[in-house]
């Protein structure tokens, strides 16, 4: 009996993967649908400065694939991206690529006990499986602030004064970059974040060169790194989500030793410093943030926001701050699961009417 057809959708780190792992399982006949004119997922489509993973590599790399060209522990968006792209070359996943085809709607034919999947262009192709990795990092979610649309955000950063509008994950990463070219960044933050240290390292030419002198031996050295790399990770969060005492006493004082370490100003310490129980909301992994707002060109603003006026960003005291430009650092909608895909199943069922409160298997 012939191995089934199967699609994929999405050629971000989980579509590759998925697509080098049933290559190898022997499922040919195979083709992986990407809506964008290249692979990359979430690393080609976020290019702000600063971006980059808060993963330690020997954990955000696959183990079968691993890379000598990382420049940094965390690394970069764009070495992500490249890492992507080598992956298509390296498993010959070119000639299952279907780039520019987003799969608009996929229907089951129960008769034929397969899928048609229809796309923007007007293509359709059929599977028996589908293996959805459209991932959840790619749609902006931009708060529905008064006079927000009248603004352009194509201006160069040099010299302008900035509004960054968020102080989370993205955040963190693009303010310290902003901060180097703007002439005045004013940073609005509704809620504070616990943040830890990164502890970030550059990745030698020594370290490279071992990689290629001794292959064998940096193999085991790297899969040793990324044992002991998960165990650790493992560790932290069991302090940060195991309701006792001890772990959360632990990584509470972690972050607060890294805050107190960072801004001597006991103000704006409190400013930054959450009214949650740690582990309630995402915890930020980053060295230079902190250090950022004590520069003369920064400003940390926690007045409620009321509207963007012509000027600039008008908070809830009455006060208008001048800006130039504004970057939304608002974080991606991830929770409403709207699938730019509608899936409809036996009898006509929509996957969205059924995953209408939350999605379930």
């Known amino acids: 009996m012939s191995k089934p057809r199967v699609a994929v959708i999405g050629a971000g780190l989980g579509g590759l993967c998925a697509a080098i792992k049933l290559k190898e399982a022997g499922f040919d006949d195979l083709t992986v649908l990407e809506k964008a004119d290249k692979?990359?997922?979430?690393?080609?489509?976020?290019?702000?400065?600063?971006?980059?993973?808060?993963?330690?590599?020997?954990?955000?790399?696959?183990?079968?694939?691993?890379?000598p060209n990382w420049s940094h522990l965390f690394p970069r968006a764009r070495e992500v991206q490249q890492y992507t792209e080598n992956l298509c070359d390296q498993y010959q996943l070119r000639a299952h690529l279907k780039l520019g085809e987003e799969p608009m709607r996929a229907t089951w034919d129960d008769a034929r006990a397969l899928w048609k999947i229809e796309t923007r262009n007007g293509k359709s192709y059929e599977a028996e499986v589908i293996v959805t990795a459209l991932g959840q990092l790619n749609r902006p979610a931009i708060p529905d602030i008064p006079g927000r649309d009248g603004w352009d955000h194509s201006v160069d950063l040099k010299g302008k004064r900035v509004a960054c509008i968020g102080s989370a994950a993205s955040a963190v990463q693009l303010i310290p970059e902003v901060a180097k070219a703007a002439g005045h960044l004013d940073i609005y933050q509704r809620t504070p974040n616990w943040c830890i240290p990164r502890n970030d390292m550059e990745i030698t030419d020594e370290d490279k060169a071992l990689f290629f002198t001794d292959l064998e031996a940096a193999m085991r050295l790297g899969a040793m790194n990324?044992?002991?790399?998960?165990?650790?990770?493992?560790?932290?969060f069991w302090q940060a989500f195991a309701w006792t005492e001890q772990g959360r006493a632990a990584l509470t004082r972690q972050a607060l030793n890294h805050l107190e370490a960072q801004i001597p100003d006991a103000d704006l310490r409190k400013k930054l410093t959450p009214d949650f129980p740690i582990g309630c909301k995402r915890i930020l992994i980053v060295d230079d943030f902190y250090p950022t707002l004590l520069r003369d060109n920064v400003s940390l603003i926690t007045d409620g926001i009321e509207r963007i006026g012509a000027d600039g960003v008008v908070t809830k005291d009455g006060d208008t701050h001048k800006a130039d430009v504004i970057v939304w650092a608002t974080g991606f909608e991830t929770t409403g699961w709207h699938w730019s895909m509608d899936v409809i199943g036996k009898n006509g069922q929509r996957l969205q009417d059924v995953w209408a409160d939350a999605p379930e298997a």
Do not use: I, K
Not at 42 to 49: F, G, M, Q
Not at 57 to 65: G, H, P, Q, T
Not at 228 to 236: K, Q, S
């Open 226 to 236: 990324r044992q002991m790399t998960y165990e650790r990770a493992d560790h932290f």
């Open 39 to 67: 692979v990359g997922g979430t690393w080609r489509d976020n290019t702000y400065p600063g971006c980059c993973c808060d993963t330690p590599v020997a954990l955000y790399e696959f183990s079968f694939a691993p890379n």
